[in-house]
């Protein structure tokens, strides 16, 4: 007898996305669910490139004394390719992507995780969680601070401490997994956790196969609002006579990195082999074969012999002024600072002001912490702007102000708080009266 995997993945956009930046994908070495950030930064190409990247690395067997090594080296490479993207498109600074994947081990599974992305397995009635999110409300459940169900609810709950992003090392997390006959494992973006409850995600578990499970979970995930993308992954492990042991023909890939549009974006990415030709893509045959010609005194000929040096001028100095424009792109893009949005304290990409109508900066994270919550002076410097060295110090600056305003919303706030601030000013208005009669 032998153990082998039948699976099933389904990606929706949400009703509130204007496109999808998840990804997924379902082999028979890799499950695999990527979720993008970054927005007009392509999140959908980062979430493409890592589904890409694991699944080339995945595509043959691999030992378990050297899988947790092979998937560390994976998410190094799905850096390196994010890096030389926005090496070559600087205004792509700013994406990135999570990652979670479990490979086929025949016996057993290797785990790899980074960010939010979550995995399951579901056996003998239970649901167990595998992996655990590098979230900024996670780190509060462990340190004591809020319950497990209120992270569930907290306002920063998207706030993440951990992603691939082509520009900061990260370390993911690695285990080994044993498994079962008759485990059904799931992968699944947030935004399936975040609208559907673990109890709710254990009774679709319960029963029913693969796909009418991923299609069942997507539609809860829709009727609870969806308000992100949601991706699902579903694999049950099933015992098979030897004879009858087989591989799927084709793996399963949904999302940003099914579609032909991403795929013609990153020509040099390989892509996993259910890549089909797109029917619709325009032709293009390249240059003829023939050019004009003209007699080597005619007035066309002069024309072209003056012609071409102002050409070729004028291109030089629009690639000069581009690369500058690049340089300067490229540098706003690696700035950050915390500043408000909508009287909520928010994380920029970039600088304050304008060059014109041109805003240097781009919205990253909107917090929901009110400026009005926090202490007078800290308010006057995030209106004023926080400048910081990296997107790791702006959330770490906003963890600050969010222990400041949990404060200041306690029963005793310290000096400086508002409410503190205006009970002083009462009693030195009442003070001055008593003196004046």
Known sequence: MALTLRYAARSDVGVVR?????????????LAVADGMGGHAAGELASSMAVATFAEVADTPMGQDEALSILGDAIDLTGERIATVISDEPQFQGMGTTFTGLAWLRDRL???HVGDSRAYRYRDGELEQLTKDHTYVQTLVDSGQITPEEAATHPRRNLIMRAIDGIHGVEPDLSIRDLQSGDRFLICSDGLTGVVSDERIARVLSSGDPTGVVTRLVELALEGGAPDNVTVVVADVVEVADDDFRYEDLPVV???????????RLPNVPWPVDEQPDPNAARNDGPSDFEDEAPEDSPVEHKRRWRRPLLLGIAAVVMIFAAIGAALLGWISSQWYVGSYQGNVAIYQGVPGSIGPVPLQRLSQETGIAVDDLPVSLQQRVESSILVESQEQAISTVAELDSEAQACGSAEPPAGCPDSAADEEASGDSAEGGAST
């Open 254 to 264: 949904v999302g940003a990195a099914g579609e032909s549009r991403n795929r013609r």
């Open 18 to 30: 204007p496109g999808n930046e998840d990804s997924g994908f379902a082999g028979d070495w890799l």
């Open 110 to 112: 290797a785990l790899v």
